[in-house]
């Protein structure tokens, strides 16, 4: 990453609607949850919001709807240190959604309507090719039009910022935008989605990194759950693991973990000390419900470092 500092997330904004139960429900089968909560959500969302409240200077691509929601999502983003400028609302569309059953052990399944998200357009994109140029890093993810994903890194590439892909949710993906990526963080069903290669072990993680090297991705992060990360950067490779914590709900686990790994590196933190921040941040998450609800500021995760010694 270069010393500009600047960030620019461009992904999903969603309402998620959740519904804690004992147990998933099996085709046919109707389950009485326990709790039932809407939260602000989506991947792109909760990446921006983790970078804000962990103190990056941050910059949020995205689309809402017209309606209550995207006013009120808005102006929680604003709140929590994002410039929301290049936030469009998009007349007649509904703010994404989201909905998602958590079970007793705080796993999770998701199903998504797109809404306002499925019109972030490569034009809406090129838009805010100024945001794109000044930055150090873009950071997206995958529930936005893959075609605008495209044109989003090409446009930082073409401004030398770095393009960070958090490939979720798993979708196989060209060779061209793989080989406009600098950074690659996928979870083991994503990097097996992007690599035909299962991960079950360090071994497989350290295959799965070097196919994605082989895509021209310098850095490969590949999230392992409690077991925490593989790392692979210049071909070494090696397991950072994670903090033991008791996981009530693990949604957005994966965004704040994102969020803060970039925003310590772009305060020039070396890799290990990043990801360490980006683990504490992620610990501190699967602590608490729902998605942005869940993740921390800067002044709990630096009190969760200090508090590990
Ligand atoms: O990564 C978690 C997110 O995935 C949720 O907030 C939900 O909106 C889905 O996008």
Redesign the pocket.
């Known amino acids: 990453m270069n010393t500009k500092g600047k960030l620019v997330v461009l992904g999903?904004i969603?309402a998620?609607h959740i519904l804690n139960l004992e147990h998933f429900p099996a085709p046919g089968e109707t389950v009485t949850g326990q709790e039932y909560q809407v939260a602000f959500?989506?991947?792109g969302a909760?990446q921006a919001v983790a970078a804000g409240r962990s103190g990056a200077d941050i910059a949020f691509i995205a689309c809402v709807g017209d309606d209550d929601t995207g006013a009120r999502v808005c102006k929680q983003l604003a709140s929590d240190n994002i410039d929301t400028a290049p936030v469009a609302t998009i007349k007649g569309a509904a703010t994404g959604v989201?909905l998602?059953f958590v079970n007793g052990a705080g796993e999770n399944v998701?199903g998504?309507h797109a809404g306002a998200n499925g019109a972030l357009t490569p034009e809406l994109v090129a838009a805010h090719q100024d945001k794109i140029a000044q930055a150090s890093a873009l950071l997206m993810q995958l529930?936005s039009p893959l075609e605008s994903v495209l044109a989003a890194a090409k446009l930082a590439h073409q401004h030398q910022t770095k393009v960070v892909l958090n490939p979720a949710p798993a979708c196989e993906l060209s060779d061209e935008l793989l080989g406009l990526v600098e950074m690659i963080t996928p979870n083991e069903t994503e990097a097996e989605k992007l690599t035909g290669i299962k991960v079950e072990n360090d071994e497989d993680a350290a295959k799965a990194a070097a196919a994605l090297h082989n895509k021209g991705i310098n850095t490969v992060i590949i999230t392992l759950g409690s077991r925490g990360v593989w790392l692979s950067e210049k071909g070494k490779g090696q397991r950072v693991p994670g903090f033991k914590v008791k996981a009530v709900d693990t949604?957005?686990a994966?965004?704040t973990f994102n969020g803060a790994l970039v925003t310590a590196l772009l305060e020039e933190r070396p890799m290990a000390e990043a990801i360490r921040f980006a683990h504490a941040a992620a610990a501190i998450a699967v602590t608490r419900k729902g998605?942005q609800p869940s993740v921390p500021w800067r002044r709990e995760i630096d009190e969760f470092l200090q508090q590990q010694g």
């Open positions: 999903s969603n998620d959500g989506g991947k909760n989201a998602i998701i998504i529930e949604i957005a994966g965004d998605a």
